[in-house]
């Protein structure tokens, strides 16, 4: 077995193994209509078009409700984030080269996601 996809890799690119299959986190961005302004979570940067495009998918669902296949600003080509400046704080969290990632990597390798590297 190939064990070299599971090592740390130096950074991201063309990887995105964590963005598969955990829905989007960047639904805590869509509207509400209980949320006072300013948005609580919605860094306020954001341009509105992805904030329309966010409430176009996401508007009146809870986290877990939305597609769990893929993050909406996933991109399969480049296997990297649209909007990687814009991520939510969860993402900013998530440690390259942690235990998570590396347990991630081995088992999107098991699930047959080729990783780029
Ligand atoms: S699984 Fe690890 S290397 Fe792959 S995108 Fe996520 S943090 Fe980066
Ligand atoms: S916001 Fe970006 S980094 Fe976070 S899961 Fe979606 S595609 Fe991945």
Redesign the pocket.
Known sequence: MNELPILP?AS?DG?????LGIGSPILVYASRPDYAEPHPFRPPELPRELADEIDFHFSGLLRGQEPQESCLWFDHATRACRHYEFRPQVCRD????GRA?LQ??RDAVAEGISLLK
């Open positions: 890799p991201c990887c995105g193994a964590c963005c998530y440690e390259l080269g990632c991630r990597r």
